[in-house]
């Protein structure tokens, strides 16, 4: 069964923590993505990564940090320097790289839904 | 630069009406690919379509059709006869072959909520 797996589905924090949000592809996918979604608000991305160990901010990166050690696995951590994390994650993945990427769907995750305590 | 806009927040039907959801978008490639995702209250996006900006042929797929036209910069979404499981947020995405004006990510619309009321 090829998809997209984010863990938790509900995840609470105390203000002034880390926490990590894990997501996991088995699809092969270069590219991956993470989207914050608020409510009532479209998507808006966080980072992305075409590569391994390479990624790159998107439109609201500031208070995150991501890391692509390995080509299933794209973890965002949300850091106590992000000042509203209350939100719903959406993480996605894409085959292709660069210019053969924008021509694929993105395949998304059920996401993971943050509340800050 | 790129953008892709959906004016409409938010729309409610009753049962078998028909729907038309509307994407405007802007990109100064040539080359760019237009896509629609669906959103049910589970919170996982699903494709629904792709269309590149080569073809604009109109796309009919069951009681889904799609109406692209360039001269307008439009990708418009029919639902014919809608049914409550069509309740929904319905995203228009585009993204650029070049990457040139922002590297090879796809940009969403803000989405459209569609009610469906049996």
């Known amino acids: 069964d090829g998809g997209i797996t984010q863990s938790p589905k509900y995840l609470f924090r105390k203000e002034g923590q880390n926490v990590t949000l894990s997501c996991e592809q088995n699809?092969?996918?270069?590219?991956m993505y993470w989207y914050r979604q608020d409510p009532g608000q479209g998507l808006r991305l966080i980072y992305y990564?075409?590569?391994?160990?390479?990624?790159q901010k998107g439109d609201i990166a500031e208070g995150y940090s991501v890391s692509r050690e390995k080509k299933e696995s794209f973890p965002l951590t949300v850091t106590s320097a992000q000042k509203n994390p209350t939100a719903f994650y959406l993480c996605?993945?894409?085959?292709?790289?660069?210019?053969?990427?924008?021509?694929?769907?993105?395949?998304f995750g059920p996401g993971t839904r943050l509340t800050v305590l | 630069a790129q953008k892709v806009t959906q004016a409409q927040t938010e729309i409610s039907v009753v049962e078998k009406e028909d729907v038309t959801l509307d994407c405007v978008y802007e990109?100064?490639?040539?080359?760019?690919?237009l896509f629609w995702y669906k959103q049910p209250p589970s919170g996982e996006l699903v494709f629904l379509i792709r269309?590149?900006?080569?073809?604009?042929q109109n796309e009919i797929s069951g009681r889904y059709s799609w109406n692209f036209q360039k001269s307008t910069s439009s990708f418009n979404f029919t639902i014919t006869a809608s049914q409550v499981v069509d309740s929904a947020v319905y995203f228009c995405?585009?993204?650029?072959?070049?990457?040139?004006?922002?590297?090879?990510?796809?940009?969403f619309g803000a989405g459209t909520r569609l009610f469906v009321k049996a």
């Open positions: 990564s075409q590569i391994v160990n390479d990624f």
């Open positions: 995405a585009l993204s650029e072959a070049s990457g040139r004006t922002g590297g090879f990510k796809t940009i």
């Open positions: 996605a993945s894409q085959a292709g790289q660069g210019a053969s990427s924008s021509y694929n769907e993105q395949f």
């Open positions: 990109t100064r490639d040539t080359t760019y690919y």
């Open positions: 269309r590149n900006s080569f073809d604009e």
């Open positions: 699809l092969n996918h270069d590219a």
